[in-house]
């Protein structure tokens, strides 16, 4: 079926959740087209982690339903509809990101940064303006809220700043959560990205998996041999993950 902002971008589903497919390009171009048509934009990258995070979370699940742009982020996604014929590559969230920021500084659109520890923040804000040339970060802050007063007042002052594209690294699901409850806050039209970890990439404070990993879609592999605490997550949402693709693809089959 067809995305219902850009027509030229298609949509399928995994597991009731959409994934729109498209180039790059394609993709950022369908984002340009909201922005100038005056719409708040919310960009999910869909892994299977967060999708069974949202089956378990109804509420979480219908705000991923409800993004205007769902990526197809995870490896497993790109695994699961590659079972029913559909092939794409997978788009990486911080490769993304990274083409929307190209596309900020080239074109003098501002952006914002919110999440991670302080100095990874400021670490952060620091390596993109040497990356990209002209950038225009108009309002920077980290993720660490002593109050929900306090979270509502960096959530205006960053509305207030009038930024373009906000890049929110708070992890899943307090980045989206964040984007659904202050994004209507904001004046300009703004693209709102879910980045989890990338401010710490692009701080330079640890690095992404070696280009053959990510080659082979096996960036989640380096990830878990690297920081062993993600093992049990992945324990716990790959195989039903898996399951669940199974068994609805079976279904559907004797259909």
């Not at 850009?6 to 498209?22: I, R, S, W």
């Not at 074109?107 to 804000?125: I, M, R, S």
Request: proline fraction near 5%.
């Amino acid at each position: 079926m067809r995305s219902s902002y850009n027509e030229a971008m298609q949509t399928h589903v995994v597991l009731d959740y959409p994934v729109h497919v498209d180039s790059s390009e394609g993709l950022i171009a369908s984002l340009d087209k909201g922005l100038q048509a005056g719409r708040h934009q919310h960009v999910v990258t869909l892994n299977p982690e967060m999708l069974m995070f949202g089956e378990q979370d109804k509420t979480f699940g219908a705000l991923l339903k409800s993004a205007d742009l769902v990526l197809p982020d995870g490896a497993g996604i790109v695994w699961a509809l590659k079972r029913r014929g559909i092939h794409l590559k997978r788009v990486p969230g911080i490769e993304f990101s990274q083409a929307l920021l190209a596309k900020a500084a080239r074109e003098g659109l501002p952006v914002a940064l919110l999440g991670a520890q302080p100095d990874v923040n400021e670490a952060a804000v620091k390596n993109l303006k040497q990356t990209y040339p002209g950038l225009t970060i108009v309002y920077a802050h980290h993720g660490f809220f002593a109050s929900a007063e306090e979270r509502a007042q960096i959530a205006q002052a960053c509305a207030d700043a009038r930024p373009n594209y906000v890049f929110v690294a708070l992890g899943v699901p307090h980045q989206e959560r964040w984007i659904q409850e202050f994004k209507a806050i904001f004046q300009e039209p703004t693209v709102f990205v879910g980045v989890g970890g990338s401010f710490d990439i692009w701080s330079g404070l640890k690095q992404r998996a070696h280009p053959l990993f990510l080659k082979w879609h096996l960036e989640w592999l380096y990830r878990i041999t690297s920081e062993p605490f993600r093992i049990k997550r992945v324990y716990k949402t790959l195989p039903t993950f898996a399951l669940k693709v199974l068994f609805q693809d079976s279904r559907s089959a004797s259909s």
